[in-house]
């Protein structure tokens, strides 16, 4: 059974950095890769990035690109989202999901149940 349980969210200010974590309960070999979505208010579930589990390769959404990074820690089966410099549009509740690494929420079977970021300013 896939358990996926993010945490890490909170209110932070605006400008802040903030670090979420998935643990998750995949065997690594049967990964192929894990995404972050973020659903904000008013908008459906947009993809954030991915990380591709055989080479540690990921991809960051063009309008998060340089503030969001994704990384993993294989010792602990957790994956990581790092957001800097946050904004109030970044208020959101943060999702990670297992699949087959497409940009798109139907591409992954296995989700958590999120964890929320509050941005103010």
């Known amino acids: 059974q896939v358990q996926l349980v993010e945490s890490g969210g909170r209110e932070v200010q605006t400008g802040a950095s903030l670090r979420l974590s998935c643990a998750h309960s995949v065997r690594s070999f049967s990964i192929y890769a894990m995404a972050w979505f973020r659903r904000t208010p008013g908008k459906e579930r947009e993809y954030v990035g991915v990380?591709?589990?055989?080479?540690?390769?990921?991809h960051i959404a063009d309008s998060l690109k340089g503030r969001f990074t994704i990384s993993r820690d294989d010792a602990k089966n957790e994956m990581y989202l790092q957001m800097n410099n946050l904004k109030s549009e970044d208020t959101g509740v943060y999702y990670c999901?297992?699949?087959?690494?497409?940009?798109?929420?139907?591409?992954?079977?296995?989700w958590g149940q999120g964890t929320p970021v509050t941005v103010s300013s």
């Open positions: 990380i591709v589990w055989s080479n540690g390769s990921t």
């Open positions: 999901a297992v699949g087959k690494g497409s940009m798109v929420p139907s591409g992954y079977p296995y």
